[in-house]
Structure formats: structure tokens, C-alpha cells
């Protein structure tokens, strides 16, 4: 964003501050260069759910053994990413992925035809790990570190994705009566997934989004998100970039995970999902581990948010 006018005065401000600036220092440059905006919904409503995610720890092997058979793979050969940006400007930030058959390009394979006993993808497996469940809500944080029991860890994040949309496994399983609303939280679906073997299958296909994975290096302090930089715990946020801008500050008003207790926090739009879409609507990155899972997988609050922009920003016109 540096390059952009409206930009340039807040970045070398911002560059002239001190490596670890007084909370009091922060204030006033925020206070002095930034504009709070609210955001609103389509339908003029200000509040909008606000969810969580986290890098998640597995277990796994470079080689596929007898523990270690369920695969993450890298992005195929034979995924096309279809830009239309120019010939369609509001495709801005949407991407289409797809695949040649004969001289038809046609949607990517899905889960379910990913995930067979004679996989189309051999020859792709990035990583093998213990637990289908654990890869599974893998693809849906994105990024994770994996443990060899060597004790060396392979940290990965997104590559790619299938191009099928997202779909909700919770809200399928109240659908189908197998849970109770308030029971579904990413802690109680894996608790189900254990006492239902039988129907796992069928459960980890109703979502037809597949992400493949990248391995990422070791050093990096979080994982990255789609702005190409480190997440950090407890201040990213994940966004529909298509309403807030990525690289942003946002002023994020919501509570705790099952709480009232409020939760008032200045964060950046750092990143993006296929289940983060709407105006009022942010994934808040919790962190690594067991604690920060807790958290993430059982937050789904209700939250207004705040953009903040440079005072002399002027909009684009839509």
C-alpha cells in the first residue's frame, strides 16, 4: 500500500517510529492519520459474525507407512487458474480454477474425487499424516505445522484450492439431526467424527472445497496469510476482500469464545477464506496449539467492525 498516495504520508510516518513504540506513541499516530469507518452490511444491519482459526499441530511422515497414510498434497499439474479481472472487473479478487478435458475446461476435481482408494493425484503427496479428521480441519485453517517423530517439523501453509465453494459441515449435521446447534463447534464435530467411523466418509465430503498445501520455512514467526506475510497471533484477521481491504487496520468489537465478555481489539485484514464472505463478517487468528484450537474452534460471535483509512482517502467509486 506503501505506493499509494493516499498511503505514503501514514508509511513514513509509521517507518519514523520508534522498534517499540509507548502505547501512547501508537495512539497519537492513529489518532493523526487515520479515519474509523464503519462497515455495514448490505442490508444496513452493523453486526455480523465474527469466527476463529488457528495453526493447528499433526502428526505425520514424508513417506506414507501404515500410521501415516492420509496424504496433503501440493497443487496438481493439471489445476488451471482462470483470471477474467480484465475482461471482467468484477471478478476483482476472484479467481477460477479448473481443468482441461479434451478442450473443455471443466471443474476441478472435488473432495470426494480426490479422496479415493486410487487416488488421481499419486505422485503429489507434499506430507502423510495419522488422522483423516485432523487433515481434514487442516484445509479449513489453512496452514499448520506437522511433527515427524524424528521430532522435526515441517511447517505448511495454502497453496492452492480446488475452486469448489465452501460448504458447512456443522450445518449439515444439524440438517441431518446428528447435532444440536449448540453443540457444534469444531471440538464437538471432531468428537462426533471419533464416535462415527462409518459415516466419516460421507461427512468429510460434504464439503467439496479441497485446499492443497506448500511446505513453508521452519524460521517464519506465524504462518503466512494472502497478503504473503506472517499472521500474528491474536492481532490477524481474515477478511471478504472484496469489501475490506487487505493490509488495513480494523477495529474489531466483538466478545471472548462463549462469553459476553467483551473483546475490543485493533487488528489487520491480513488474510482471506473460503467461508469468510459478507461485509461484517472477519476470521480472527487466534495462534499455534492446542489453546489457541480451543478458542478458534469454539468462536462464532456476534461483532461490528470498524475499517481505518487514511483521512485524505477518497474511495473508489463502485
Not at 472435488?110 to 483423516?132: F, M, Q, T
Request: charge should be neutral.
Amino acid at each position: 500500500m506503501q505506493g499509494q498516495p493516499p498511503w505514503q504520508s501514514v508509511c513514513e510516518a509509521a517507518r519514523n517510529l520508534p522498534a517499540k513504540p509507548r502505547d501512547d506513541q501508537v495512539k497519537d499516530f492513529f489518532q493523526a492519520y487515520f479515519q474509523p469507518y464503519q462497515i455495514i452490511n448490505g442490508d444496513g444491519s452493523v453486526t455480523g459474525t465474527i469466527t476463529g482459526y488457528y495453526e493447528p499441530l499433526l502428526y505425520g511422515s514424508r513417506v506414507r507407512t501404515a500410521r501415516y497414510r492420509y496424504p496433503l498434497y501440493a497443487p496438481p499439474d493439471d489445476l488451471l487458474t482462470i483470471d477474467l479481472t480484465s475482461l471482467y472487473p468484477e471478478f476483482k479478487n476472484k479467481r477460477l480454477r479448473g481443468r482441461l478435458v479434451g478442450t473443455t475446461v471443466v471443474p476441478y476435481l472435488s473432495r470426494a474425487e480426490i479422496d479415493v482408494s486410487d487416488p488421481p493425484l499419486k505422485g503429489k503427496e507434499l506430507v502423510w499424516v495419522n488422522d483423516p479428521v485432523e487433515a481434514f480441519f487442516l484445509h479449513i485453517q489453512g496452514s499448520g505445522q506437522v511433527r515427524f517423530e524424528n521430532g522435526e517439523i515441517m511447517r505448511v501453509g495454502y497453496a492452492d484450492q480446488n475452486g469448489h465453494p465452501f460448504r458447512s459441515v456443522g450445518r449439515y449435521l444439524i440438517e441431518q439431526g446428528e447435532m444440536r446447534p449448540e453443540t457444534v463447534s469444531m471440538q464437538g464435530i471432531k468428537k462426533w467424527a471419533r464416535k462415527h467411523p462409518a459415516k466419516l466418509d460421507t461427512f468429510l465430503n460434504i464439503n467439496p472445497s479441497y485446499v492443497f498445501f506448500k511446505e513453508l520455512p521452519g524460521e517464519l514467526s506465524g504462518p503466512i496469510g494472502t497478503l504473503g506475510v506472517p499472521l500474528t497471533a491474536e492481532r490477524s484477521i481474515a477478511v471478504d476482500a472484496q469489501v475490506v481491504p487487505l493490509g488495513v487496520p480494523v477495529y474489531l468489537a466483538t466478545t471472548w469464545p462463549n462469553s459476553s465478555d467483551v473483546l475490543n481489539r485493533l487488528v489487520v485484514a491480513q488474510d482471506t477464506g473460503g467461508a469468510i464472505a459478507g461485509a461484517v463478517r472477519a476470521d480472527f487468528y487466534w495462534g499455534f496449539g492446542d489453546d489457541a484450537g480451543k478458542l478458534a474452534g469454539s468462536m462464532r460471535q456476534s461483532g461490528r467492525m470498524w475499517v481505518l483509512l487514511p483521512k485524505d482517502y477518497v474511495a473508489e467509486p463502485h
